[in-house]
């Protein structure tokens, strides 16, 4: 048996997005990152040639002890329904709920990672009166619990990695598992939720590219405007917990980057907001949901006096898709 | 005679079973399961609107632009709007890059592995190809995955990131481009037909997209031997792949890329040697066979539900069986490239029909044809000129959008009442590829294309399975949604 670090990667209820992410990593490219990791992929279901057979003897040898499981990744939710029978997904070929596969797995696994917010909280497939009966491996929503149980712990002695965000930063998962590799993931690398603070200390809001418009209060109020969308379309930039404007999305992009607003994907129950996606609540006027740490009455009264001293070239500017008004401080006069 | 399951299958999106019977070591039947289920029509049902653009992407993490485009333009024609020139070439620049990082990744990481299995080891071929295209560790993949990173740095610049973006919009683009990123779109354009013309086909993409018969065809093959479609082709001719995995020859193809007037890519029909009109009215959905509930007969998704139904009597599959006029159809590149009327397809489908060897040479083929338009396309884009229009979205409406994945044809049926989704009905494009049976007990395309296949008498001799299947680029997640 090799030293290295070996990986099993399953999918259920989710769209396979975040392996999809997860190719898109650069310098290194994803084989890479595992090497230099010197993680050993031991199956996963977009990558690897085994297939059927090969594949559910792979499990019957991690059942019986034959095979080291250091690092089991489910990416998408646990299907429960329907009625708790989790016969919405059976793996194909067994005839048995994944969800009981899962159960077992994460048992004989020393690692266990949520990959993305479906199999952290339950994400988009609970979205709704939630049919599938979706949850996560270790919550179910915001609430401890999901599959595993809140007290459940892996054999590494940390409970369920959760890499939420839909989908995730291939940067998220290669970071975390290059750490884990690394014996240098402890409990304290981990929120509140049990999300590496390597991404979630940083908010959206951190490196906005509309940050001036922010400042000044100077709006967004359709899809392409270049203003802030806190006020009106939906953003929750200043709330959600993640790097995206640091750590760039596709050589260079973001959410905010591409002229829409943060959804907070990372967060527990994101994909069932009681407003829609693309709109913000307000209360009187005021965004119901304010940036974090800050106490309303400073934000009501800041925003009021940004919003008197907004200039001329943001307020136009915010509205319109293009730099209407360039910026003219810093010229130099000419003699 | 005896039955035997295959599953799960491996790079194909998604999850997916494969019941068969065999007889004299021949497949004789087939019945495809989708085995997962998660429910987004209900999802999606009492949300506001455009909402959708967030929920459908996330059906599917490998098409989810193609939902985004297909829910942006239901939404498009229930607002009753209109897109700027600049929009329309965002969406379609966004929608073309997924669909050909899409064929790359089905070409290399999820259809060529294949050949590399031990089972080949006797083949003259095998060493060459293994060495090449071997799971995870053949050398091409360290070439595919950063060029493939690379060209999905256009959807970086256009929509944020890949997947799941919410930059596409029923009046357009959300991301109004600036003059210096339109060199820069350029650039991605032109590095990524950079890697083509060296890597894929040795050659020019307009020489290729020019190849226009069979002869033609096998010319550049022994020219070219040295390139990836070179080597594909010489192990289908080896292997003779273009006489497995035949479907019903009948083609679907909802039209692709949409034009000031009709679409880059033709909308059609194809069936009996030639074309005919697309009736999207004539679209039916049965649930005989599938673990949904019935609604009395089969229903135009306009009037459709997706309710599950697990212990239904008869039922195999989550999948609904999409019909047009009560007949099977198969939808994909070779669909859209047959359709419209590219003269190699054309020749090749006269010759052998639907079959593994020809979608994929439609799949390269496409390759070739497109990215000379992207680099139009983006040329054609005038910074400073509207990129998005917006419109109320009325209290009560209906709204199609039909557009074309990688993989095929896809339809989004809307309708709002009250301000809200009423009812939300997604017709995928394995949805038809990888259908149950219907009513009258007529199988699907794969189960169809299945029959017939030599598996060895007791179905233990199966690459030739894992080829047909990943030979319609399927996608599971989609397909069941």
Known sequence: MSDRLTLLWLQSGGCGGCSMSLLDAEHPDLYGALELSDIELLWH???SEASAEEFLDLLGRISRGEQRLDILCLEGSVMQGPDGTGRFHRLAGSGRPIR???????????????????????????????????????????????????????????????????????????????????????????????????????????????????????????????????????????????????????????????GYACINCTAPTFETPNHPFQETPKLGGIPIGLPSDMPKAWFVALASLAKAATPERLRRNAVAEHIEVPPTGGRRRRP | MSRRLYGPFNRVEGDLEVQVEIEDGRIKAAWVNSPLFRGFEQILHGRNPRDALVYTPRICGICSVSQAVAAASALREAMELEMPDNGRLTTNLVLACENLADHLTHFYLFFMPDFAREAYADHPWQAAIAERFRAQTGRCAREVLPARAAFLHLTGILAGKWPHSLSIQPGGSTRPVEPQERIRLRQIVGQFRQFLETTLFGDALESVAALDSPDALDDWAERHADSDFGRFLQVAGALDLATIGRGPDRFLSFGAYARADGHLFARSTWADGKRGALDPSAIREDVSCSWIRSQNGPRHPREGATLPAADKPGAYSWCKAPRLNGQVMETGALARQLIDDHPLIRALVAQSGGNVRNRVIARLLELARLVPVMEDWVLALRPRQPFCLDAPVPDEAEGAGLVEAARGSLGHWLRIRNGRILNYQIIAPTTWNFSPRDAEGTPGVLEQALVGLAVGPDGHDAVAIQHVVRSFDPCMVCTVH
Request: hydrophobic share 35%; net charge negative; proline share 6%.
């Open chain 1, 100 to 258: 009981d596969w899962l159960r077992e797995l994460a048992g004989l696994a020393r690692h266990v990672v949520a990959i993305g917010s479906c199999a952290a909280f339950g994400g988009i497939t609970a979205a709704g009166d939630n049919p599938g009966e979706a949850c996560g491996l270790q919550y179910t929503g915001e609430h401890p619990g999901g599959l595993l149980g809140e007290d459940w712990q892996a054999a590494g002695g940390l409970p369920v990695i959760n890499i939420a965000g839909c989908p995730i930063h291939s940067g998220w998962v290669l970071d975390c598992l290059a750490q884990l590799a690394l014996g240098e993931l402890d409990e304290d690398a981990l929120d509140e939720y049990h999300r590496p603070r390597n991404y979630t200390d940083h908010l959206v809001h951190h490196g906005c590219p509309r940050n001036e418009y922010y400042e000044f209060k100077a709006s967004a109020e359709k899809p392409g405007d270049q203003g802030c969308m806190m006020e009106h379309m939906g953003c929750l930039g200043t709330q959600a917990r993640a790097d995206c404007n640091i750590r760039p999305w596709n050589g260079g992009g973001s959410c905010l980057k591409g």
């Open chain 1, 45 to 47: 279901p977009s990558l």
